[in-house]
């Protein structure tokens, strides 16, 4: 009760020490007699300064009082002293019925001890639904122009919306492992396996948080009396962010929880909420893109995201209890992630070097992207060989290089097949055409056209190979089998490309991991890339 009773007086510190408190308290203590405006920490000062200046001293009365207040209410809590329990949550266990249909009942069991378990807890009631409510609230109060800033587009209301969702997830799903303690032991007694738990728990936080989020663009609706900030797209990608980041939440909280820490409060990793919160901040980022493909890919790339960090969770559950214990090494699709996002990261911060250093642009393009490819491909099979992947360069595909050469040929003769038909059909449709035409934003000169076609015949197939096919891939094959795999890695790759040419980079893509996955060898994918962006190149050449 006190953490839940504390908020309110930190709203009125918090509104006392604001623009519009300290405005309120300068316009009204004009009136008042200047002695009634003297306080200890103005006395010294109040020879030195205007009596309107001096005015402004009041609202430090509040400030005192406020802290003043919270401090003696805390103490008078506290008088019979403090009498603490290892968990919030005490009972007793019951022998579960294992009849017909009862997987599915006691799995919303599941659900439902974990609501009652934020429901017994005043400190989690006041972390979970009152401090991030209160804390929107009092932001849209305080500061006028935020909240104009609010009401005056619908993608303002949803990313306020989603921040609401997001601090719940912060103090729900972040701290479900945490809030376990000594007492995990007992959901491996239950006849489901941990992930699963876990996993209906974070359904149960997307419910939560996504109610949070529809809760604040209803009162956002009705200030502005417009429902148009409830139905919009903006708002259906907020709330489906919000379910894949309670995902992402559980998962990245239960990874960065020490279960055997005596103390709730120095379970989770200090770092892990900052973590969240940056990741959370680059989805927003994209709610605020024009472009309906980058929305698509952020979910898309989201979701892949909060799958690896559930193959990781997977993995670790089994050793949550022995810290000395962990899962036998193996490719992660998170291996292939970050892999391929330092890729992409590398390839502007040397782009941006090469540049500053006055290279010709065709130099900067082949420097920047080989140099990008070398570090990257280096530092995840150097980061796979410390890990103690077993059998590294075999599993990578990095083998047997006469395997797969009439398999990749075959394979890049299909796909480029396929980017000629469609070449075909851009320029045969006008609709088509017009989009691919305003999609189209590089228009390179003869010097960069040259280097551009030797990049992406050579260097593109090496490097992007390894990346998506020898680690990605293989990271996917692990968890939902070869054909999702094979699927799910085209569709990731080709999500990086740009949306005119999603549909045959698809198709070149599924016909390279299939050619990988036959063979075992690298070898025949990248053929397939090199031919396919021969065809590419030599038909933007002529046309």
């Known amino acids: 009760g006190l953490e839940v009773l504390s908020v309110l007086p930190l709203i009125a510190a918090w509104a006392a020490s604001s623009k519009v408190g300290l405005q309120y308290v300068i316009e009204h203590s004009r009136g008042l007699p200047r002695e009634a405006l003297y306080n200890p920490l103005s006395l010294p000062i109040a020879w030195l300064l205007p009596h309107g200046a001096l005015a402004a001293f009041g609202s430090v009365l509040l400030l005192v009082a406020a802290i003043y207040g919270s401090i003696s209410f805390g103490t008078a809590m506290l008088r019979e002293g403090l009498v603490s329990a290892s968990e919030p949550v005490l009972g007793s266990r019951a022998r579960l019925p294992l009849a017909s249909g009862a997987s599915r009942s006691l799995l919303r069991v599941v659900a439902a001890r974990e609501l009652l378990a934020v429901v017994r807890d005043p400190s989690r009631v006041a972390r979970v639904l009152l401090f991030p409510l209160s804390l929107g609230a009092m932001s849209a109060v305080t500061d006028p122009r935020l909240l104009r800033s609010i009401i005056s587009a619908p993608q303002h209301a949803s990313a306020a919306a989603f921040a609401i969702g997001t601090f719940v997830l912060i103090g729900g799903g972040l701290a479900t492992l945490a809030n376990e303690g000594a007492g995990l032991w007992l959901l491996y007694t239950a006849p489901w396996s941990l992930d699963t738990i876990l996993a209906r728990r974070a359904g149960l936080w997307a419910a939560i948080a996504g109610a949070s989020t529809v809760a604040t663009l209803l009162a956002i609706a009705v200030v502005v009396n417009d429902l148009r900030f409830l139905f919009n797209g903006y708002a259906a990608f907020a709330l489906l962010g919000i379910g894949v980041y309670a ?253 005119t040419s999603f549909a045959p980079v698809f198709v070149m893509a599924v016909c390279a991991a299939t050619a990988f996955e036959l063979t075992g060898t690298l070898v025949a994918p990248m053929l397939t890339h090199m031919i396919y962006n021969g065809i590419v190149v030599t038909l933007a050449l002529r046309n």
Request: cysteine-free; hydrophobic content about 55%.
């Open 247 to 499: 995902f992402v939440s559980v998962a990245l909280g239960a990874l960065g929880t020490d279960v055997m820490e005596s103390s709730r409060v120095r379970r989770l990793q200090p770092f892990t909420p900052q973590l969240f919160m940056l990741l959370t901040g680059m989805f927003t980022f994209a709610l605020y893109s024009q472009s309906t493909w980058v929305k698509f890919a952020q979910l898309a790339l989201s979701a892949l995201f909060a799958f690896a960090l559930w193959q990781k969770l997977r993995d670790h559950t089994p050793y949550f209890l022995d810290p000395t214990e962990a899962p036998p090494p193996a490719i992660a699709v998170s291996d292939g992630i970050f892999a391929a996002l330092s890729f992409f990261v590398l390839q502007g911060l040397l782009g941006f070097l090469f540049t500053r250093l006055r290279f010709s642009p065709g130099l900067v393009l082949v420097f920047s992207f080989t140099g990008a490819g070398l570090i990257a491909s280096a530092a995840a099979l150097w980061t796979l060989y410390r890990i103690g992947v077993p059998d590294l360069l075999r599993t990578v595909g990095l083998v047997s290089p006469l395997r797969g050469v009439s398999l990749g040929l075959l394979a890049g003769i299909a796909s480029g097949a396929g980017a000629l038909l469609y070449t075909r059909a851009i320029f045969r449709f006008e609709w088509l055409r017009q989009w691919y035409e305003q999609s189209e934003g590089l228009d390179p000169t003869p010097d960069q056209l040259v280097w551009l076609g030797a990049l992406a015949v050579v260097a593109a197939p090496l490097f992007e190979e390894l990346l998506f096919r020898g680690i990605l891939y293989r990271g996917l094959r692990r968890s939902v089998g070869a054909k999702p795999a094979i699927f799910a890695s085209a569709l990731v790759f080709a999500l990086v490309h740009p949306a």
